[in-house]
């Protein structure tokens, strides 16, 4: 019961399994939070010190659910990495209201549902959150009037959360991914937006899984120990050049 244990939700594929094999690299047990049980169990095969949880964590009784078995099987909760999100994209004038609350419910209610849940039990480790947000949070795009402003919430949950939590040693960050090589966004980007992407961004790249899930891990490690409220973009330089054209960046065309 002495081995610090982590929660990551949305843990069977993506950032969320990356982040899992990385935190068990580290001799962290993982209880693997997802929705999808079929992927979820395809994902922990192989993977030893780790329980997975079929839940869906906009639904207050399974949250509750996921932090009790959690306990149980493991005994303490020292991280809890609110990971789990859907990526619904479309115009303002197509986003009906279900649509909206299908998105919140899971990008926002489920961070807040999780770290309440959570809250107890991180007091007694004096444990941390990481909160995995969006560079849509940050910037506004088009076609994400929910999801971008789902993360801009979770962004300020982040910093509620740090600035409440903190008397009881308990840190609250949040990472805001830019675009990331995943094999949903590679199946859905067109070579005109991967193109454009690789323009705007400095380091002319996606990120990967590993690289998002290094940050976390950093986040949750003690070197990070007097980090919190903080919202940490690992896009490649994509926000710091919300305001620049990318053919003003090609030394050619400064002439």
């Known amino acids: 019961m002495t081995k610090p244990t982590a929660i990551v939700t949305g843990a069977a594929r993506g950032i969320g399994l990356a982040t899992t094999k990385q935190f068990l690299s580290e001799g962290r047990r993982v209880a693997m939070v997802d929705r999808d049980g079929e992927a979820l169990a395809e994902a922990a095969i192989g993977l030893s010190d780790v329980l997975p949880l079929v839940y869906d964590i906009s639904i207050p009784e399974q949250v509750d659910a996921t932090m009790s078995e959690t306990l149980a099987a ?31 419910a899971t990008n926002l209610d489920g961070v807040f ?3 309440q849940a959570a809250t107890p039990a991180l007091k007694e480790t004096r444990g941390c959150i990481v909160n995995i947000a969006s560079i849509s949070g940050l910037r506004a795009s088009t076609l994400r009037v929910a999801y971008g402003t789902s993360k801009a919430g979770v962004i300020q949950l982040t910093q509620q959360y740090a600035a409440e939590l903190g008397e009881y040693g308990i840190r609250v960050n949040c990472v805001a991914p830019g675009p990331v090589r995943t094999k949903l966004a590679m199946a859905v980007h067109t070579q005109d937006i991967i193109d454009a992407y690789h323009d705007a961004i400095p ?10 899930a290094g940050v976390i891990t950093f986040l949750c490690s003690d070197q990070a120990s007097y980090v919190t409220g903080q919202t940490i973009s690992a896009d490649g330089g994509f926000e710091s050049t919300g305001i620049g054209l990318p053919s003003l960046r090609d030394p050619g065309e400064r002439q």
Do not use: H
């Open 74 to 104: 493991f005994g303490r909760i020292d991280a809890l990495i609110n990971n789990a999100g859907v990526a619904d994209f479309g115009p303002i004038e197509q986003t009906g209201f279900k649509r909206w609350r299908e998105v919140m």
């Open 113 to 115: 549902l999780c770290s």
């Open 203 to 212: 380091l002319n790249r996606y990120g990967s899984e590993d690289e998002i």
